[in-house]
């Protein structure tokens, strides 16, 4: 089915960011579907650690209102005269944002830092206009549970590539939600000799361990310094990973390496967070550090790991569109590992 003959634009029911801890579900106008978009029925979409930043206004870059949801997975109903490579009644996942092309950062192959970013109306909505180039298809088999963790393991991959995770490695993750049981798995796939996991969730370290990690420490309890100096006979690992962006999180990442290591920052924090670095205390170890922001060219990859992961194991909760204020309220609780909405 083309677009012709479709009213347009459409109204659909929505959860729509009003700012500051303000969402509720109503009508929102969709854009008018031009001859390269396709007009995407929302099966599901997961709720994101940082949607919770977004909805309590941490976010300069998001502005209201809006829709949220950026783990999108939907079926296409309609496209538009020049759409090539997709039709209606495909599964598909799609890039919740799109660089420009134009800008510096386009121009020097950093798309991830694109300043003029051109969003995506999002997919807690019952349909939502999506750009050809943003799509992606999915086989209609794969479990919806999977194409929904698209976005986050595409994020999860690249701070994987940055941090260089090797054959052997003794790799820490810092945070059991679900960039870092990500993380995890992709770390076991890579042949990581030992996989070290701190989270104060009993359940998400039980997740973890089920994951693949052989040492799970609780914060809370003991010391990730100490435990990891332990469990690698007092070295320490060759990666660490901080995936919660909070500060005693990424002093517990910069403790974890040997000297020679790598670490990757990749949880996003409030804008009034800071965290004190040992500097010394990291030049004499020779350490490696990156600041992860979203992803760059790891979307395709994403899409094709998704059959070759137990990504089903995250998902913990599902909930009706209308009860997206309940859905935002589990994960803050840390009762969720991940909730996933269906419109």
């Known amino acids: 089915m083309s677009t012709a003959g479709l009213a347009e634009p459409h109204t659909v029911r929505a959860a729509v960011w009003r700012g500051a801890g303000q969402i509720a579900i109503e009508d ?17 979409c997961g709720l994101c650690g940082s949607d919770l930043h977004v909805l309590d206004g941490d976010v300069p870059e998001f502005v ?3 829709v949220l949801g950026h783990e999108p997975l939907g079926v296409i109903e309609a496209v ?15 890039e919740p944002s799109l660089p420009c ?9 950093e798309d991830g830092l694109c300043e003029q970013r051109v969003p995506i109306v999002g997919a807690f909505s019952e349909r939502t206009v999506v750009p050809e180039r943003a ?68 359940r998400k370290r039980a997740l973890a361990q089920e994951l693949g990690a052989d040492v799970v420490i609780d914060p809370h309890v003991e010391r990730v310094e100490k435990a990891t100096r332990h469990a690698t006979g007092g070295r320490g690992v ?25 670490v990757a920052l990749v949880g996003l924090s409030s804008p009034s967070a800071s965290a004190t670095v040992p500097l010394l205390g990291l030049l004499r170890r ?18 094709a790991l998704l059959s070759a992961l137990p990504l089903g194991k995250i998902v913990s909760h599902t909930v009706a569109l209308d009860e997206i204020a309940e859905a935002f309220a589990l994960l803050r609780s840390g009762e969720a590992v991940k909730v ?3 419109p």
């Open 28 to 44: 929102w106008r969709l854009p008018p579907i031009g001859p390269t978009d396709a007009l995407v029925r929302v099966r599901r």
């Open 64 to 66: 209201p209102p809006r």
């Open 80 to 94: 538009g005269g020049a759409v090539a490579d997709y039709e209606p009644g495909d599964t598909v996942t799609w």
């Open 101 to 109: 092309g134009s800008c510096f950062y386009c121009r020097e192959g």
């Open 135 to 202: 799509l992606y298809r999915l086989p209609a088999e794969l479990p919806a549970s999977h194409g929904v963790l698209t976005e986050p393991l595409s994020c999860a991959l690249y701070a994987h590539d940055r941090a260089g995770v090797h054959p052997g490695d003794r790799v820490a993750v810092i945070g059991a939600g679900t960039i870092g049981l990500l993380l995890i798995m992709l770390a076991r796939r890579a042949g990581a000799e030992q996989i070290l996991v701190s989270d104060p969730n009993p």
């Open 238 to 262: 060759e990666v660490a990973f901080e995936a919660v962006g909070a500060p005693a999180a990424v002093a517990d990442a910069l403790a974890a390496p040997r000297p020679g290591g790598r």
């Open 286 to 303: 020779d350490l490696t550090v990156h600041a992860v922001w979203m992803r760059k060219f790891t979307f395709q990859r994403a899409v």
């Open 340 to 342: 996933v909405v269906e």
